[in-house]
């Protein structure tokens, strides 16, 4: 975390049916952690490592699509 850990700035994001139930099942085995908290931790977590090794961006798994 930041020195200055303000919340200045919101995001909006779309996220999967998948993504939302670990959410969901991760904040509900956390009761101390609000989701936002733990989406925003995972979000640092996240970061940290594609800063460590980006090439994990191509490696994970893509996200199936419908078409319009």
Do not use: W
Request: hydrophobic share 40%.
């Amino acid at each position: 975390m930041t020195t200055d850990d303000r919340l200045a700035h919101q995001m909006a994001l779309r996220l999967s049916d998948e993504d939302v139930k670990r959410l969901d099942a991760l904040a509900d085995g956390i009761p101390i952690a609000t989701r936002n908290a733990i989406a925003r931790a995972a979000l640092r977590i996240g970061l940290a490592s594609l800063e460590k090794d980006p090439s994990q961006l191509l490696s994970a798994k893509k996200p199936k699509t419908r078409r319009r």
